[in-house]
């Protein structure tokens, strides 16, 4: 029982472990970890629609997508939680506020408007499905939408605003594909699907590099050992991965091609598939 | 079926890394430099109660018309109970952070309250557009010090504890508002090798570099560790600055741009 008020060097202090502690301190912090961690919507499975690779393609692109989850919305097989990037559209705001000078948290706090844009286009064009745009102040009605049998749809960018930690370039580095990420992560979901442009990860940017060499298969740890200058994903997810606990596969689909949305979602490794390593005596290594 | 793409200087990037903002022509602007941002310490100061905190608020009365003061807040003993319990239960570290906003917003509002009738005035990060009005009106704004990232905090390296809390949450906002040094007003005398309250032994350490004090890896710091990363690669926010907010006249001092308590600079 942690309920007993503890006064006597000036303070006030409620009876817990951490009482009286310093948070910094590095035993301290140990002391609140352990191998598990509660998984809050493991069935759930988050989609990631991406921006420039899907929707600034126009309707070309975005329809044969849209028609392929409102297949599997008739379905009914799968939970999953939609999450729209903001494409071309973010690019261009980031580089007018380079070019004006504002602040990197100034840049921050302005692209998430284009993803959510990107979810209206997303809401308007499946809510005869049952998708709903889900604010993030709704965090917790996310298992009421589920269990009403909607599929949610939100924005990737996480909510770091002006406060985006200071980087040597002048990019927020929290981008979308970290985000869904975090979002997946801390909801205990095990699979991310990101549908791109691409059938999944190159060496470099096959967009550039006729000779870009395709991953179909990988682990966390053998991507970052490769140190990709070019990556189709957020960098940061990779850093951010290391020390998560539920995520284990995140799944690189080309949305050209149909199906293969439907055949991830279904388990299959279609397009590239990177999981996470596990250490050789099976246990902790995930968390290196 | 081509990206319709909008033509810019980053037209057709993956955004992704670091690379990608290499060679672009980037010239911050200062948006607000002459704001002192502050942090009033939660278990340190709040959790004291009246006999602590009356004082400092006089200190803020006495310089609040010669200086724009952001006052930010701590959590303190409730918020480690409530990091105990949700650890005890082993929740995602995004659901500790999330948590832990409650008890600084608690906080935030009770210095609110004392200071309402000298311009004492609650705001939410929502609000923070609004600081230039707060200040011409002559208002203390006095918010949470914890950044808004709530679910979306990183999973924290062997530990549930939000990497982010408070005192980043002060940083990062001097940070963007481009002033020079955040304050931060604590119970002991600025900086120490050790936590002096469990080590009496501990030595104080008046000024030292953002990177020294990293190659030092002490077990622990007045700050938390990720300040420190941050101040190494800051554009405005150069220096933090750590007071005992229990001295008379520190807080005033420091306000006015003394160089009491310790400083840790970017180096």
Redesign the interface.
Known sequence: M?NKLVPGD?????E????????????V??????E???A?LPHVKMVSIGG??IF??????VLPVIDEIAALRAQKSHAMVLCVGGG?????T???A??L??????IAQLVGAMEEANAVFANALLAKTGSIVMQREH?WELPLYLEAGMMPICISI??????????????P???S?F?AF??A??L?MEHIIFVK?EDGLYDK?P?KHADARFIARTTLDALRAMQL???????TLFD?W?????VKKVQIVNG?KPGLLTRALAGEDVGTVITKSVAKDGTKGA?Q | MSRQHLQSSLTGSPMTSAEAGRGLDYRPMAMMPDVVVLKIGGQSILDRGRAAVHPILDELRAVKDKKKLLVCTGGGTRARHIYAMASELSMPTGVLAALGGYVPRQNARMVQMLLANDGGIYIMHDDFEKLPLYFRLGCIPVMTGMPPFGYWEKPSHESRIPAHRTDAGVFLSAEVLGARRALFIKDEDGLYDDDPKKNPSAKLIPRIGAKELLKRDLPDLAVERVVIEYLARARFCKELQIVNGLVPGNVQRAILGEDVGSIIHAD
């Open positions: 942690m000036g303070r006030i202090h409620i817990s472990s951490l009482m009286r502690e310093s948070l910094v301190n590095r035993a912090a140990a002391r609140t970890d352990s598990q961690e509660l809050i420039q690779s600034d393609r126009g309707k070309d692109a071309t559209r973010t690019r261009h980031v580089s007018i380079v070019d000078g504002l602040p990197l948290g100034g965090f996480p909510p770091y605003h002006f406060w985006e930690p200071p980087t040597e370039s002048p990019l580095a929290h981008g594909d985000g975090e979002h992560e801390v205990g442009d940017d967009k200058p070019e990556m189709i994903l957020d960098h951010a290391r020390d998560a606990r539920h050209l968390r």
